[in-house]
């Protein structure tokens, strides 16, 4: 059966074997840890889409970690839980779903990250332009790399660490590696949300003290735009802080800007890519949005086993909250366009 074929039958395939018209949907948030219960115990990152925005209508999922939470005005909130494969089959498995139609969704990503303290600080909030993947690559133990070797990562089929973006094609590639989002859409949310309060505290100023050769990582938090790595490896320390910025660049072009670190986007994004080609979801229409929780990298005087496992300050409830007060800014403009595109930013 053709691809064509197949998108025009696949409502006829799915929708009588659930009895329902599927529900218009105008927006889904997709976050991806919930700490305890969805609702009534400390909030990780759904927790506060439920009880704040609020969303009522509970759905059972038993494809994914978590029920389901939903509105009369349009918006869906999943928890996909964490790590690449994780995200990818919750959100194949929503898109799949016959109850919704999220054929003209704005896809909502709001999650914390880890934040490079060369371009960001504590509690920010970053939206992104582009998407890399950073777990697809040829990696060797760092005790055995060349002494002329800045690191043991590669590029598929690389022979040696990638200096130029022409040496990601000289091996072989695939093509979830980068992710280049709508531009526009990214800049309208930065613009509509930028002067949005974001919370500090005397916990979050002091850790950012230790940060003395980093002045961004020492500012209070903002929101900002820059780019974001993707990787299930929790990774952590100054060289792959290095490495990092230069994957990015790498696989995004040199206008691109390493400035958060998660565990989830490229699949998200590969799951928003495979419903696009069968016309369930418009990948047109997706944001990306991290705040910060912890650095990637330690300060002076401590080393990156410390800095790894270390507390984040204040648990990264600031973070948590940037997450849902910006996007939830950004959500009311998009529900005010829906199915139109944003068109300009009202801060």
Same mark, same amino acid.
């Given at each position: 059966?053709?691809?064509?074929?197949?998108?025009?039958?696949?409502?006829?395939?799915?929708?009588?074997?659930?009895?329902?018209?599927?529900?218009?949907?105008?927006?889904?948030?997709?976050?991806?840890?919930?700490?305890?219960?969805?609702?009534?115990?400390?909030?990780?990152?759904?927790?506060?889409?439920?009880?704040?925005?609020?969303?009522?209508?509970?759905?059972?999922?038993?494809?994914?970690?978590?029920?389901?939470?939903?509105?009369? *005005?349009?918006?869906? #909130?999943?928890?996909?839980?964490? &790590? /690449? =494969?994780?995200?990818?089959?919750?959100?194949?498995? %929503? $898109?799949?779903?016959?109850?919704? *139609?999220?054929?003209? #969704?704005?896809?909502?990503?709001? &999650? /914390? =990250?880890?934040?490079?303290?060369?371009?960001?600080? %504590? $509690?920010?909030?970053?939206?992104?332009?582009?998407?890399?993947?950073?777990?697809?690559?040829?990696? /060797?133990?760092?005790?055995?790399?060349?002494?002329?070797?800045?690191?043991?990562?590669?590029?598929?089929?690389?022979?040696?660490?990638?200096?130029?973006?022409?040496? /990601?094609?000289?091996?072989?590639?695939?093509?979830?590696?980068?992710?280049?989002?709508?531009?526009?859409?990214?800049?309208?949310?930065?613009?509509?949300?930028?002067?949005?309060?974001?919370?500090?505290?005397?916990?979050?100023?002091?850790?950012?003290?230790?940060?003395?050769?980093?002045?961004?990582?020492?500012?209070?938090?903002?929101?900002?735009?820059?780019?974001?790595?993707?990787?299930?490896?929790?990774?952590?320390?100054?060289?792959?802080?290095?490495?990092?910025?230069?994957?990015?660049?790498?696989?995004?072009?040199?206008?691109?800007?390493?400035?958060?670190?998660?565990?989830?986007?490229?699949?998200?994004?590969?799951?928003?890519?495979?419903?696009?080609?069968?016309?369930?979801?418009?990948?047109?229409?997706?944001?990306?949005?991290?705040?910060?929780?912890?650095?990637?990298?330690?300060?002076?005087?401590?080393?990156?086993?410390?800095?790894?496992?270390?507390?984040?300050?204040?648990?990264?409830?600031?973070?948590?909250?940037?997450?849902?007060?910006?996007?939830?800014?950004?959500?009311?403009?998009?529900?005010?366009?829906?199915?139109?595109?944003?068109?300009?930013?009202?801060?």
């Amino acid at each position: 059966m053709s691809r064509g074929l197949f998108t025009l039958l696949l409502p006829l395939l799915v929708l009588p074997l659930s009895g329902l018209s599927a529900e218009p949907i105008k927006a889904v948030v997709v976050t991806m840890f919930e700490r305890g219960a969805p609702t009534g115990d400390q909030a990780g990152e759904l927790q506060r889409w439920v009880e704040q925005t609020p969303l009522p209508k509970e759905h059972a999922f038993p494809a994914g970690p978590f029920p389901l939470y939903s509105n009369d *005005d349009g918006v869906l #909130a999943v928890c996909t839980g964490g &790590g /690449i =494969a994780n995200a990818t089959a919750t959100i194949m498995a %929503l $898109g799949m779903d016959p109850r919704f *139609d999220l054929s003209q #969704a704005f896809w909502l990503i709001a &999650g /914390i =990250a880890g934040g490079d303290p060369e371009d960001t600080s %504590l $509690g920010s909030a970053v939206w992104a332009e582009h998407v890399v993947d950073g777990d697809l690559l040829y990696e /060797i133990d760092a005790r055995e790399i060349p002494q002329d070797w800045p690191w043991g990562l590669l590029p598929l089929g690389a022979k040696a660490p990638a200096k130029r973006p022409e040496d /990601i094609y000289t091996g072989w590639t695939v093509d979830t590696i980068h992710f280049a989002l709508n531009q526009d859409l990214a800049r309208w949310a930065f613009n509509a949300t930028q002067s949005v309060a974001l919370d500090d505290s005397p916990a979050m100023a002091s850790f950012r003290k230790a940060f003395t050769g980093h002045a961004p990582a020492r500012r209070p938090p903002a929101v900002q735009l820059g780019d974001t790595l993707a990787s299930s490896t929790y990774w952590h320390g100054a060289l792959m802080n290095a490495w990092a910025n230069s994957w990015v660049k790498l696989y995004a072009g040199e206008a691109a800007n390493f400035v958060t670190t998660n565990m989830e986007d490229t699949g998200t994004l590969t799951a928003l890519g495979r419903l696009g080609a069968l016309g369930l979801a418009d990948p047109e229409r997706v944001l990306v949005l991290r705040t910060v929780s912890n650095y990637s990298m330690p300060p002076a005087g401590q080393d990156a086993a410390w800095s790894s496992t270390a507390p984040y300050p204040d648990q990264g409830q600031p973070a948590l909250e940037a997450a849902f007060r910006v996007g939830s800014k950004a959500l009311e403009g998009l529900l005010a366009t829906w199915p139109d595109m944003p068109q300009a930013a009202t801060p």
